[in-house]
Every structure is written in structure tokens, then in C-alpha cells.
């Protein structure tokens, strides 16, 4: 049996009051040799449960993260991973030997994902998961007809008609 190579994956996560974002994404060297390229292997995102919305802004974040983990834990089985947030509070607990009882069994659970680093990204910097966490919910077809379109099947599309009339909501 061959030597099994380790794969360094980034996890980037970010959590607001309604959503939680994750993007697992991996580094390679494609037509810049010298310098690191993100490659987005995958995404998720949920609501937030009714409990979780009002969890402090670190819990939060924590929360966000556990469910990365088990998320994409097909993905980073056994892999290096860093955890990139834009909570430093969450960067300091997971750092931190100290952390209140109650929350322990999270870190534990967080770590046990070979976590090998955690880093800060400030919000603003933090473009693409920040953005799509805090996104507007958008209004979706309800009805489970395919739509037909050059060939595919789309069910639950949003259509044009649900795009007009959320604009119009916003204008408003």
C-alpha cells in the first residue's frame, strides 16, 4: 500500500443571525506557480435553527463550525484543516485550554477533526462567506412541476415573475 499524502484543506465559515455558511475549498498551483489558488471543492449553508438565532455571536460561530466539520467530514477525513472565522472570540476559545464546561465537548468534537490551525479573517476581508451569509432570503417556487427549459427539468426554480415582484417588494 502506497504512502497516503496529506491534503492541507481551508475551511471557511461564517455565521450571522439567520444563515450559516461553509466552504470547504483546497490549494494547488494552477497557472500561478508562485502564488497559493483557492479551489472550492464544496458548499453549504443552512437557516438557523429558532435556538441558534439567539446563541452570543461566538456560539454562533461555533455552532457554524461544528456543523462545518460534520459537514464535510467525507471530504477532510483524516486531512489537515485549517479553520478560517471572522469571530476572533471563537479563534481565542479554540486556542484557549480554558473554555466554560458546557461548551468543552464542541471544542472537542472541533479538534477531532484534525484541526491544525485556526486564523482570523475580518469580516470585510472575509468577501465571499460573509456575503452569502448575510444574503436576503430569496423567494422561491413553491410548486414541485418541473419547468421544462431546453431540455432540463428545474424544480423549485425561482422564476422571473418571483424575481419582478420580490423587486418590486424591495422598492417599496
Known amino acids: 500500500m502506497g504512502a497516503m499524502l496529506l491534503q492541507e484543506y481551508e475551511v471557511y465559515k461564517d455565521a450571522s443571525g439567520q444563515w450559516q455558511l461553509d466552504i470547504d475549498s483546497m490549494y494547488g498551483e494552477q497557472e500561478h506557480p508562485h502564488k497559493k489558488v483557492a479551489?472550492?471543492?464544496a458548499y453549504a449553508s443552512r437557516?438557523?435553527?429558532p435556538s441558534e438565532s439567539r446563541y452570543s455571536a461566538h456560539l454562533g460561530e461555533l455552532a457554524a463550525a461544528k456543523f462545518t466539520l460534520d459537514k464535510f467530514a467525507s471530504f477532510t477525513f483524516s486531512q489537515l484543516i485549517i479553520l478560517?472565522?471572522?469571530c476572533t472570540a471563537l479563534r481565542d476559545i479554540l486556542r484557549?485550554?480554558?473554555m466554560p464546561a458546557a461548551h468543552a465537548q464542541w471544542r472537542e468534537q472541533l479538534l477531532a477533526h484534525n484541526v491544525i490551525e485556526v486564523c482570523h479573517c475580518a469580516g470585510?476581508?472575509?468577501l465571499l462567506a460573509h456575503g452569502l451569509s448575510?444574503?436576503?432570503s430569496a423567494l422561491v417556487d413553491k410548486s414541485q412541476e418541473p419547468l421544462?427549459?431546453?431540455g432540463y427539468a428545474?424544480?423549485?426554480a425561482i422564476s422571473a415573475n418571483d424575481l419582478a415582484s420580490e423587486s418590486q417588494a424591495l422598492a417599496q
Do not use: M, N, Q, Y
Request: net charge positive; charged share 40%; glycine share 4%.
Open 96 to 98: 484557549s485550554k480554558k
Open 134 to 136: 448575510h444574503r436576503k
Open 47 to 49: 437557516k438557523c435553527l
Open 84 to 86: 478560517i472565522t471572522d
Open 39 to 41: 479551489f472550492p471543492i
Open 124 to 126: 470585510h476581508r472575509h
Open 154 to 156: 428545474f424544480v423549485g
Open 148 to 150: 421544462e427549459d431546453a
